[in-house]
Each structure stands twice: as structure tokens, then as C-alpha cells.
């Protein structure tokens, strides 16, 4: 490559990674919602009838805005650090796979004109911040559902929902340290693989 499309090369790279970055974290939850509810459109009985149909679009919507190693290392806490290389990916594709099916009911419950997402009060200098949205329910009670984002250099990412409090991190983290410390980290791994196979 030549001197010239290698300047080209580069200049491309910082515009495409200054222009995630761009994107506000109320943006990367909103494109989110409207990615999922155009998805969903017209196709709920269809995707309740096929799961794993169900679970390819949840994850063609969730992965590019999700940052599964950051979160699969945040929920193993201290195992993180004694497991090694193969260990840790295992987890992340295991824990990603164990997410997508505990929220696909949930999802298919979906109705974005149920969702509002509130104005952003955040600091985006920093590596991480909160969304918070309000998410009306059939009763008319609202359930305050808040996204946490991390800083990456293609943009933000989610990497924990905390629903009415209750961090799905803190949950899985406590769930799974208390599986492993009885087990193994490859015992809770495989679980999670079995469940992802339907053994």
C-alpha cells in the first residue's frame, strides 16, 4: 500500500471512529428500540412459535450495541482473573446465548410506544454512563429501566439493564460465583452451553 492510501486508510479509520463516538448514549438506546420494534413488526405470533428465529434477531439488534466481554467479565469478578484465555471466551459466548434466551419473552412483549427514554443528565467525558428510560405497563404503573454504557473506541455500548434497581450483572454475578464456588467455572460454563444446545 502506498504512502498516499495509507494516509487514506487512516483519515477513513478516525472519521468512522470519531462518528460512533458522535452517536450520544440516548441515541445508541433509541436506534436500539426503533431497531427492535421495526424488527418485530407484523411478526410476534411467528417469533413466539420460533425460538431460535427470535433469538437471530435479538442478537442482529443486541451484539453491534452490546459489549458482551465487558459484561461476561464484570459478572465472573474474581474468576475472571484465575481463568485463562479459553475459559473466558467460552464464557462470553455461553453467558451471551444465556442472556438472549432469559430476555426473549420479554421481548416479544415489546411495545415501543410503552417506552420512553428520558432526557440524558450524564457526563460523556467519561468511560461510562446511565440511560434511563420509563417503561409504562398494562396497569398504567411505570417500571424505571436504566441502560449502563461503556466508552469504546467504535462508540458506547451497553453493558448491564438494571429493571425497578436489580442490576442483571449483580443478579448473574451472584448467581453464578455461588454455582462455581460450589462446582467449577468449566462446570457453570458447560451449563450454560448445555442450555444454549437443549440438552
Known amino acids: 500500500?502506498?504512502?498516499i492510501k495509507r494516509i487514506i486508510v487512516s483519515l477513513l479509520s478516525?472519521?468512522?471512529?470519531?462518528?460512533?463516538?458522535?452517536?450520544?448514549p440516548n441515541d445508541l438506546?433509541?436506534?436500539a428500540a426503533d431497531a427492535l420494534a421495526a424488527e418485530m413488526q407484523g411478526r410476534k405470533e411467528e417469533l413466539a412459535a420460533n425460538r431460535d428465529e427470535l433469538y437471530a434477531l435479538i442478537d442482529e439488534v443486541l451484539l453491534p450495541r452490546f459489549d458482551r466481554r465487558y459484561a461476561a467479565q464484570l459478572v465472573l469478578g474474581?474468576?475472571?482473573?484465575?481463568?485463562?484465555?479459553?475459559?473466558?471466551?467460552r464464557f462470553i459466548d455461553a453467558f451471551y446465548q444465556s442472556l438472549l434466551r432469559r430476555y426473549a419473552d420479554g421481548v416479544l412483549?415489546?411495545?415501543?410506544?410503552?417506552?420512553?427514554?428520558?432526557?440524558?443528565?450524564?457526563?460523556t467525558s467519561g468511560p461510562r454512563v446511565m440511560v434511563k428510560t420509563m417503561v409504562r405497563m398494562d396497569d398504567g404503573t411505570e417500571?424505571?429501566?436504566?441502560?449502563?454504557?461503556v466508552k469504546r473506541d467504535d462508540g458506547w455500548k451497553m453493558f448491564d439493564v438494571t429493571i425497578e434497581g436489580i442490576s442483571y450483572v449483580r443478579n448473574f454475578r451472584t448467581e453464578l460465583n455461588a454455582e462455581i464456588q460450589s462446582t467449577s467455572l468449566d462446570a457453570v460454563i458447560e451449563r450454560l452451553e448445555n442450555e444454549e444446545s437443549g440438552e
Open 14 to 24: 478516525v472519521f468512522l471512529a470519531t462518528a460512533a463516538l458522535a452517536q450520544s
Open 29 to 31: 438506546v433509541q436506534g
Open 143 to 149: 417500571v424505571p429501566v436504566n441502560y449502563s454504557l
Open 1 to 3: 500500500m502506498n504512502i
Open 109 to 123: 412483549e415489546y411495545d415501543e410506544s410503552k417506552v420512553e427514554i428520558l432526557p440524558f443528565r450524564g457526563d
Open 78 to 89: 474474581k474468576h475472571w482473573r484465575s481463568a485463562d484465555d479459553a475459559q473466558r471466551n
